[in-house]
């Protein structure tokens, strides 16, 4: 509320003392003051908001204390995680955002494994190189590298490592991957036993396929001495034509009808002469016999005897 002390309050040497001006005042002051008495304060009442609100306050610090003290005892200040896409390979040098929910704690040491949350077995040991704790940075040196970490990943979990355990866990890498190679040695040491048994198995069968083989192309090789010999003394002038042999064709058949025109119509015809001509035989034969034998029970004349040959003997009657 603004002051009208100098406006209207303020009485000067020249000011009348009168009802009006007094009672002008004395309005402004009572406008003033009624809305301030509509205000009841109960003063038991603020201070027991107020000892609410710094009790509340002072839950809430403890409460946040509370917790980052079970975080510290569980040694949450050695374990972090990240979610920057990188690739851990040995010998390289690689920088990490902490999330930010672990960056108040979080104080790497000298030497740490970085791991990846949905594979345990991909894991790197790392040396530190540096943090920023406001910025989240930490700046690491790729000790060594073992499992899937050939790609870019982001789902990284970090804790801390002693040296001796840096050592041992070298050592178990290194350990691993002999054995690795040794099983991979006999693995191929297996197969080409297995290979060598086998080629010493087949090759008595691949002698005796080569032998045959060879004994076939001998023999191929020869027809083809033989077809080269042919080939060099062919004349084609000794042969005939497919042009020439039709010519040959139409000659042959003239103008013979369609009944005589291959050989087959030939042959059916010559049957069917040849049986007519054998019925004509055999009956020129029987009448022959017949004239014959009325010839001799009466004597016929020579022109009778011509005629019953040529109507049969029923004609001597």
Do not use: C
Not at 86 to 108: C, G, K, M, Q
């Amino acid at each position: 509320m603004p002051s009208l002390y100098e406006k209207l309050y303020r009485f000067l040497p020249r000011t009348p003392v009168t009802d009006t001006e007094l009672n002008t005042r004395f309005e402004s002051v009572d406008g003033r003051l009624v809305p301030l008495e509509a205000i009841v304060i109960s003063w038991e009442q603020a201070l027991a908001v107020v000892q609410d609100r710094v009790l509340q306050r002072s839950e809430d610090v403890i409460a946040g204390l509370r917790n980052r003290l079970v975080e510290i005892t569980q040694l949450a200040w050695l374990t972090g995680r990240s979610g920057t896409s990188v690739v851990l390979a040995t010998d390289t040098d690689v920088s990490l955002i902490i999330d930010e929910a672990n960056r108040p704690l979080f104080t790497p040491g000298p030497f740490a494994v970085i791991s990846r949350t949905s594979d345990p077995y991909a894991y790197a040991i790392v040396r530190t190189a540096g943090y920023d704790r406001t910025r989240g940075q930490w700046d690491v040196h790729v000790v060594a590298a073992a499992g899937d970490l050939a790609t870019a990943h982001t789902d990284w979990s970090i804790a801390a490592v002693a040296g001796s355990s840096l050592s041992q866990m070298v050592w178990l890498a290194e350990g691993k991957t002999a054995r690795d190679a040794t099983l991979a040695a006999r693995d191929l040491a297996k197969i080409y036993a297995e290979r060598t048994a086998a080629d010493v198995l087949s090759t008595g069968l691949n002698r005796a396929g080569a032998e045959s083989a060879a004994a076939i192309a001998n023999t191929k090789a020869g027809e083809a001495a033989a077809s080269a010999a042919a080939a060099a003394t062919f004349d084609p002038s000794t042969y005939a034509t497919k042009t020439a042999v039709a010519a040959q064709f139409t000659a042959l058949k003239g103008t013979v009808s369609a009944s005589y025109d291959t050989l087959g119509k030939l042959e059916a015809g010559v049957t069917a002469n040849a049986t007519a001509t054998s019925n004509l035989a055999d009956a020129i034969a029987s009448n022959t016999a017949a004239i014959a034998t009325k010839a001799n029970a009466s004597a016929v004349p020579t022109r009778g005897l011509i005629v019953a040959l040529s109507l049969g003997p029923d004609s001597l009657a």
